[in-house]
């Protein structure tokens, strides 16, 4: 067992907010998004870890880096992502830039604004949906969208576990600007209910996140692959959905996620939307084929 391994939390992509790799996905598709989750999830892992040192971390992040490039062959995740790559053909550069902002969770633990914010977001969050349209083939001049998508999934993200982050790791996403203009403390964070003030902040960077899901919410109709734009729907109705809860529920105190019951009206809603929008596109309804 490599060191890594012992500071995996066993949390899997069943586990995550939105789907990964789900039916949807074509099945030739689905091995190498699970083995860059795997990647991802085992680095995420090693920098969240609550009692490893920061030397420690940095270290077996540079170990899963240099496994990834060809370097080392001992990062079990990297090195069968690397494998995997290499038979399609794709490039690591996406797997690079999500180890580097593992790094940054490791090495910075406050953000001044939103723009420092939104950078780290391009480490952590847009490299994620952008190999997953590499994967399909699509084309890289629908990125913009993606990245607007992305951003906002890691900005929620951030939002429902602020507490959390706050009292197990003292790292803030939340930008300290936002937190001044709202008269916000950050040791706020570590209350058992947000004070008004903290709310405030909260519901100001829900609505930051709800303008990027607006700017996000045409990559669906940009996608060709029938069957993963219609997965991306899925996924931008459930971020809408998460971000409304944001802007009516305190994080510290209330849950912020989906139940089971929530699932079933939300993909129907999504459903519907992605006929809608594919019927007034090319004039037809596709058909949801089952091939591989």
């Not at 997953?132 to 900005?155: F, T």
């Not at 079933?264 to 037809?284: K, N």
């Amino acid at each position: 067992m490599t060191a890594a391994a012992t500071l995996q939390s066993g949390k899997g992509h069943r586990d995550e907010n939105f789907p990964v790799a789900s039916f949807l996905i074509r099945r030739r598709h689905r091995s190498v998004i699970l083995a860059f989750y795997r990647f991802a999830r085992a680095a995420d892992d090693v920098a969240d870890h609550p009692t490893a040192s920061a030397e420690e971390k940095l270290r077996l992040l540079e170990e899963m880096d240099r496994t990834l490039t060809g370097e080392l062959d001992s990062a079990p995740e990297a090195l069968s992502l690397r494998r995997m790559l290499d038979d399609r053909n794709l490039s690591v550069q996406h797997g690079l830039m999500l180890l580097e902002a593992f790094r940054r969770d490791v090495t910075t633990l406050r953000y001044a604004s939103w723009d420092d914010l939104m950078e780290y977001c391009r480490y952590s969050a847009m490299p994620v949906g952008r190999f997953v349209l590499d994967v399909h083939g699509e084309r890289r001049d629908i990125w913009p969208a993606n990245d607007a998508l992305c951003a906002a999934l890691q900005v929620i993200n951030h939002l429902q576990d602020c507490g959390k982050d706050y009292r197990s790791l003292d790292r803030v996403y939340i930008p300290q600007d936002a937190f001044v203009a709202a008269a916000a403390r950050i040791e706020d964070l570590g209350a058992s209910n947000a004070s008004p003030a903290l709310h405030r902040t909260i519901m100001e960077l829900a609505q930051r996140a709800k303008r990027l899901l607006e700017e996000g919410r045409p990559l669906a109709g940009q996608i060709q692959d029938t069957r993963l734009a219609f997965e991306v729907t899925v996924i931008q109705r459930l971020a809408e959905d998460l971000t409304s809860k944001l802007l009516r529920r305190d994080p510290l105190h209330q849950r912020v996620h989906h139940a089971k019951l929530d699932l079933i009206p939300l993909l129907l809603r999504a459903m519907a939307r992605f006929v809608s929008t594919r019927f007034s596109r090319d004039g037809r309804v596709p058909a949801m084929r089952s091939a591989p």
